[in-house]
């Protein structure tokens, strides 16, 4: 007679409160691109789902102290959010699960809860906007203070860190693509006494670790690689710091800054394909920058994988791929590069990166966007079509 014993009651088993104890990776024989594919599965055992369940409920059947043992309330907690958390954590090199947030704001603005008041902030003067836009809001405030830095000039940063609290770092930079010393800068803000937080939303950790460099927190906007598929708007935060985890989750459980679980499980159901996804989309990637950087209508290509590019030795030694996002300049500025946006066919003029379809964008029609990015600049988010439809869509409309 097949074994139907229930599996035990989530009050009485909690997968995330051993998951601390466990090493680097449940998983640490397995390369990132079977990791993408293994982690945050469910136990196997007699007619286990291969997939997570979505659980739907706001609250959970709980008696006694209400201490974080157990289950109580789906702000705090959702077995739905787990899954994807664990993998995250393990693909991150982090010793705990990531911890998933409503957006990448969310994230950021979590990561950014962690300094003291009144502290220093060092953080590049290309960053993502929404990051920009935040910390200058906060100082307006009187919060913190922010000071920018040109993150590809190391003497320029480690000069900024005495008195600092939080070293903010991006690499590549949005959207100039500009690449930091990240272990270098890393060490340099730890003997000055500051917290590192890398944003890995560009490379995911299938082509970056910043954890590994000397990162203390990583944020990610999940919204983009790791989903993958315009569908879903989640962030998250991994580290491998408990006291910092512990702030982090009290920050997103007082603030309410949730996920969904249809959510949740969509993002886990596109971080099984990262891998290829990423192949693909890197390897047109580089196709279409060595042929942008020769075409008369481009006056320059940022992209870490051209080898001229001022970033190519830095991104060569510290990631094991190049990325799927590049940017170029239109020759004649702005005019130019908003005609393109108007005459692709197949590219999709939008906002946001990292999805299966190709998508451009001039990043200065953005009014918060810093004055140094070039107004006749535009961001490619490099998607899964075919590498010659893509190139042609983009050859007509310089033309």
């Known amino acids: 007679m097949t074994d139907r014993t229930p599996p035990p009651h989530p009050d009485q088993t909690r997968p995330d409160q051993h998951r601390s104890d466990q090493p680097d990776s449940v998983h640490p024989d397995l390369a990132p691109d079977s990791l993408v594919v293994a982690a945050g599965r469910p136990e196997r055992v007699a007619e286990a789902p291969v997939n997570p369940p979505i659980v739907l409920s706001s609250t959970y ?39 998933l947030f409503s957006s990448g704001m969310a994230a950021i603005d979590a990561a950014l809860s962690l300094l003291p008041p009144g502290g220093t902030l060092v953080i590049p003067r290309h960053s993502y906007q929404g990051s920009l836009v935040a910390v200058h809001e906060a100082e307006s405030r009187g919060q913190l203070t922010v000071v920018e830095v040109d993150v590809a000039d190391t003497d320029a940063v480690v000069a900024a860190l005495p008195g600092a609290a939080m070293l903010w770092l991006e690499s590549p930079t949005n959207p ?31 082509l970056q670790r910043p954890l590994d460099l000397g990162a203390d927190v990583v ?44 959510e ?84 999709l003029p939008a906002t946001s990166l990292g999805g299966v379809e190709s998508l451009v964008e001039r990043r200065r029609r953005h009014e918060t966007e810093a004055l140094t990015v070039p107004p006749g600049l535009l961001r490619l988010s490099v998607g899964i079509e075919n590498a010659e439809d893509l190139w042609a869509d983009l050859a007509q409309a310089l033309a």
């Open 61 to 99: 059947h709980s008696v006694g102290p209400v201490d974080g043992s157990r289950r109580s309330y789906g702000r705090s907690e959702n077995p739905s959010w787990e899954p994807f958390e664990e993998a995250l954590g393990e693909l991150e090199h982090a010793t705990l699960p990531a911890l």
């Open 176 to 206: 100039m693509m500009e690449i930091a010393e990240l272990e270098v800068l890393a060490r340099a803000a730890h003997a000055a006494g500051a917290l590192v937080v890398a944003d890995n939303t560009f490379c995911t950790p299938l």
């Open 264 to 347: 949740a499980w969509l993002a886990l159901r596109g971080l099984r394909t990262l891998a290829v996804r990423l192949e693909r989309s890197e390897a047109t990637a580089r196709l279409l920058a060595a042929r942008l950087a020769e075409h008369p209508a481009v006056s320059r290509v940022r992209y870490p994988g051209l080898p001229d590019d001022p970033g190519h030795a830095r991104a060569a030694a510290q990631m094991s791929g190049f990325g799927s996002i590049l940017a170029f300049e239109a020759a004649g500025g702005a005019h130019p590069a908003e005609q393109l946006t108007e005459r692709v066919r197949l590219w």
């Open 219 to 262: 944020v990610h906007s999940v919204t983009k690689y790791l989903a993958g598929h315009s569908d879903v708007v989640l962030g998250a935060v991994v580290t491998s710091d408990a006291e910092l985890r512990a702030r982090l989750l009290r920050t997103r459980t007082v603030r309410g800054a949730i996920a969904g679980s249809f």
